[in-house]
């Protein structure tokens, strides 16, 4: 239980649970509006959604500043920010125009993230992340370097080949990117020999890149279960 953050009744069960329903809610509204040629009836009808969903959110956000004991620590907190967010867009949306307005909508999705407040196998995810945070930012400049690497590579086997395709580092990054990732989407690919040969080694390693971190992240959920059951 954290300091700035007592126990009270938004930490009970049937709280988390009627968040965790707006949260869903917001969700599922969030998606009906792409859909083309809404009623009237329709539009209005998500628009007291959103009315319910951000007066109860702000309900809570102000009352979780209330009641806890060290307010300003809460308010610049994981959690803090993260309430705060789920209720700005909405009342951004008013002084912006349409280019931004569309951005704020797409921020509200970060609402999803509530739900990690409600669900004990988030914080364990969490707790799991911050075990390994210093394996996975090895990793990931690792993985930075191999994608520059491979870019160069290609790049030395392919541009003679395909100059208007392996036009640069930079175009030559996309299709490491690809490669690395394992996703392989055809738009750019070798057709020489010495670069078909460096595409397979860079494709073995691709399966290690995502093999690692897997690992990584597994290894360290199973210490995080394995603490909290001691």
């Not at 792409?34 to 539009?43: F, K, N, R, V, Y």
Request: hydrophobic fraction near 55%.
């Amino acid at each position: 239980m954290s300091s700035q953050q007592p126990k009270t009744f938004l930490d009970k069960p049937v709280f988390a649970f009627c968040i965790t329903s707006l949260i869903m809610l917001s969700v599922v509204a969030f998606s009906i509006e792409t859909l083309p040629d809404l009623s009237s009836e329709d539009i209005r009808l998500l628009r007291y959604a959103e009315y319910l969903i951000v007066g109860l959110f702000t309900l809570e956000y102000l009352t979780r500043i209330y009641l806890a004991e060290d307010k300003l620590k809460f308010i610049f907190s994981f959690y803090g920010l993260i309430d705060l967010i789920a209720i700005l867009p909405f009342f951004l949306a008013f002084a912006v125009d349409l280019t931004t307005l569309r951005l704020l909508r797409l921020l509200r999705l970060a609402r999803i993230i509530k739900l990690a407040r409600y669900n004990s196998a988030f914080h364990r995810f969490t707790k799991a992340l911050y075990v390994a945070k210093e394996e996975l930012i090895i990793f990931t400049l690792a993985s930075f370097v191999l994608l520059y690497l491979a870019a160069v590579g290609i790049y030395h086997f392919e541009h003679a080949a395909q100059p208007e395709v392996f036009r640069s580092i930079f175009d030559s990054l996309w299709w490491s990117v690809a490669t690395l990732t394992t996703v392989g989407y055809g738009d750019i690919y070798p057709v020489t020999m010495g670069g078909k040969m460096f595409t397979f080694f860079v494709l073995m390693i691709g399966l290690g890149l995502i093999a690692v971190p897997t690992g990584i992240v597994a290894s360290a959920l199973s210490a995080v279960r394995d603490k909290k059951e001691d």
